[in-house]
């Protein structure tokens, strides 16, 4: 979907303005006066603020309107107070994907130290970005790493067959390690494989890039994370 950019002029004439109307009739109305946009519609529930509305959209975005949709907004709030964003803060939760939600039968499963916390990853193994991961990830310990393994054929056309031949190898993580940090080439072998289920249950969360990281507050986060980050996003040992 291409993201509505439509700007607000007069915001300050809404800010004495209630929250009138029922979500359920701002839902209506977006599905007369902008219907591209209200077949993704996920959500659409008071924003209190300014007496906007939230819609949450099956891409995980969030857009604003008013009660009679009049406008929509792109576009983060922030408290003028706190500085606090407001958007990112919503994003978080509407966003959120529960690890123990996921079937993390099919995926990888590494742990390292304690494993006591978790890590889920969505990732291609022709990815450049994944191999970045990989190797700030090889410098964590005292975690377990489900790893999913998502080639995005359109992006890397070879990934698909090395997904496969890495899930049908002997020891997959192995062999995953040692292709993403090693450049070590895996075996071609074929073998019944959970790749078509994993590419439907990306779909189904709207995972369009790798990698992608879930961590086990279901914060999800798109792109390569260094370290440090990682480390504070994974909590204490």
């Known amino acids: 979907m291409k993201t509505f950019r439509w700007l607000l002029w007069g915001a300050c004439a809404l800010g004495s303005q209630l929250a009138l109307a029922d979500a359920n009739d701002v839902r209506k109305l977006l599905e007369t006066r902008v219907p591209r946009l209200a077949n993704q519609v996920q959500s659409v529930t008071p924003a209190h603020v300014l007496?906007?509305?939230?819609?949450?959209?099956?891409?995980?975005?969030?857009?604003y309107t008013d009660e009679e949709v009049t406008v929509l907004i792109a576009g983060d709030i922030l408290d003028a107070k706190t500085l606090k964003n407001l958007t990112e803060a919503r994003m978080r939760v509407l966003g959120a994907i529960k690890p123990e939600t996921l079937p993390l039968e099919l995926a990888m499963k590494k742990v390292k130290g304690n494993g006591k916390r978790k890590l889920v990853v969505f990732s291609d193994p022709d990815c450049p970005f994944c191999r970045k991961l990989e190797k700030e990830l090889s410098n964590i310990t005292d975690v377990t790493i489900y790893t999913f393994i998502f080639p995005i054929g359109a992006l890397h056309p070879q990934a698909p067959d090395r997904a496969r031949w890495i899930w049908c190898s002997a020891d997959r993580q192995k062999t995953w390690d040692d292709y993403l940090l090693r450049n070590v080439m895996p075996a071609k072998k074929d073998c019944a494989n959970p790749l078509d289920t994993i590419q439907a249950l990306g779909a189904k969360y709207r995972i369009n890039g790798t990698p992608t990281l879930i961590f086990a507050d279901g914060q999800v986060v798109p792109g390569v994370m260094p370290q440090d980050d990682l480390e504070r996003a994974l909590g204490s040992h």
Do not use: P
Not at 51 to 63: A, H, N, P, V
């Open 51 to 63: 007496g906007l509305y939230e819609i949450y959209t099956e891409d995980r975005q969030i857009i």
